[in-house]
């Protein structure tokens, strides 16, 4: 007896500090969030407001009144197309291939990707740059896009791999002997029953996109042609920040790919290490 | 038919990271400006780049800055605090209240943040004057002079510290709860009937057998960090002075600043000899004892 409420202090307390930590972890989170409401004058005292006094919509009119709402559709536009590309028509080709068939150079091709998958973008983004003022892709949506789909396809692959794997091959041949070509048994059959994984795949893909800054930065340089990130970027460089609008477009930034990352959370962590080991 | 489904992302990824990479070590050995765009070609000059870069005493400050206060603290402690922090959530408490499922949920948020996003967060809250941080200290008494996070050179480092690892531990969290629940519970069993205690079960059973994952995780964070850019260029731009700066925010520095597009790809060529050699000796020294165990 003695013993069992010794225990349940320790889970109690043990629980105490899980929390304490993810309070801490989640603070700077919420002062976004709360920043986002105050207006100016709360903002810039010396008080500390856990909520808003004067709930104000001012920071997100303010965001738009800036000319943040072409930033918006503009990441919308780079990142959904590039995610439909990669990971539909690229990533599920090249994965599927991978893990049905057998072809000599495959290995090889498994650890090119895995090299690229952990290439730094830093020392890719002078080399892409001239290059793209060559070809003229430089302030283009294509340019981005291509971009984008190249630093997301190696992960997509992997794991996709990892996720063809738990497809039983007798579907394939049934396929077969139905009389579907192999891109009929990709799009029609294997499509369809991967769209789980497909979607949770697609969502980390957007999610990086959109987070993207490096590529958007250099490759985009007219204001019109600018994305999310860079959006940002621009209200926090200017000489005295509006800290009220600047916790504003946060907000907007990190909502969607909060909500993607928590929903597709459980997979996303089995897909990294399966793509992490095969390295 | 193999190879044709492979091909499309095959060859993006040739075009982009294995012809770009061998473009930029050609762009290394010339003196071309980011003007010289039309041709793509500059004056060749050999390694006039190479040798004014390694004869240039800021360089060694930058590289020790990328080294040590960019990556090896911040990954040694995403590393501890990630193991423990995944030592709670792992641990029967929550599961007992019914809480593990929510407070996996709740850490994971801020890797969700985008980079850009964390930046600004955390200038705000580290704002000298109206910044929560300076507020909160100064109403609990610690301190009475406001602390100036992001242009005083002897806390500048804690502040790139701070954006770093609040928004990249729980990748380290959630990959060591992973790896946590992949050691069967039979192990801790069999280890308990025998008497060992919990900080026993946790030293001879689960640390052995989280070091192939431990080895994994501290390669892919160490190589992200070495050549992150994004959170000190917004920061702190490598100041104040160049007292921040580190090999990334330099590359682009060089390039697309001060428009030196063959000295900034130098920069990028050391950076990949740096990797290659250190992910040599890590596989060689770390790596492959530890799988062999």
Known sequence: MKKNILGNIQDLVIVIVTFLVIGIMLFPFFWMVVSSVKPPDELLSRSIRFVSGQFTWRNYKGIFEAGFLQFILNSILVCSISTGLCVYLIALPAAYSISRYKFPGKSLIVVIMGFTQMFPWIILVTPVFMFFCIFHLVNSYLGLIITYVAITVPFSIYMLMGYFETIPKNIDDAAAIDGCSTLGTIFRVILPISSPGLVAIATYTFAITWNEFLFALTLMIQTEKKTVPVGIANFLGQYSADWGVVMAASVVAAIPTVIFFTIIQRRLVGGLLAGSLKQ | ?293
Do not use: C
Not at chain 2, 50 to 79: H, I, K, M, Q, S
Not at chain 2, 214 to 242: D, E, K, Q, R, S
């Open chain 2, 1 to 293: 038919m193999a190879y044709t489904l492979v091909l499309p992302a095959l060859a993006l990824l040739a075009f982009f990271f294995i012809f770009s990479s061998l473009y930029n070590v050609e762009l290394s050995l010339q003196k071309i400006s980011l003007f010289q765009t039309a041709t793509g070609k500059g004056e060749f000059i050999g390694f006039k780049n190479f040798v004014e870069l390694l004869r240039d005493p800021n360089f060694y400050g930058v590289l020790r800055n990328t080294a040590l206060w960019l990556t090896v603290v911040t990954v040694l402690f995403r590393l501890a605090l990630g193991f423990g922090l995944a030592l709670l959530l792992n641990s029967t408490a929550l599961k007992r209240f019914r809480l593990s499922g929510l407070s996996r949920v709740l850490i994971f948020i801020p890797w969700g943040v985008p980079p850009v996003v964390a930046v600004a967060i955390w200038k705000w809250m580290l704002h000298s004057r109206y910044g929560f941080l300076n507020l909160f200290l100064q109403k609990m008494g610690l301190i009475h002079q406001p602390i100036y996070f992001l242009t005083s050179v002897s806390v500048v480092w804690i502040s790139i510290f701070m954006v770093i690892v609040w928004r990249e531990l729980p990748f380290a969290v959630i990959t060591f709860l992973a790896g946590l629940q992949s050691v069967p519970s039979e192990l801790h069993e069999a280890a308990r009937i025998d008497g060992a205690n919990g900080l026993q079960q946790l030293w001879y059973i689960t640390l052995p057998l989280l070091k192939p994952i431990t080895a994994i995780i501290g390669f892919m964070i160490t190589i992200w960090t070495f050549n992150n850019f994004v959170y000190v260029w917004l920061f702190t731009g490598g100041g104040p002075g160049n007292f921040t700066q580190v090999l990334g925010t330099k590359v682009y520095l060089e390039s697309f600043v001060n428009y030196r597009v063959g000295y900034g790809a130098t920069i990028g060529v050391i950076m990949t000899i740096i990797m290659v050699i250190f992910g040599i000796v890590y596989f060689k020294v770390l790596f492959q004892p530890s799988l062999r165990k």
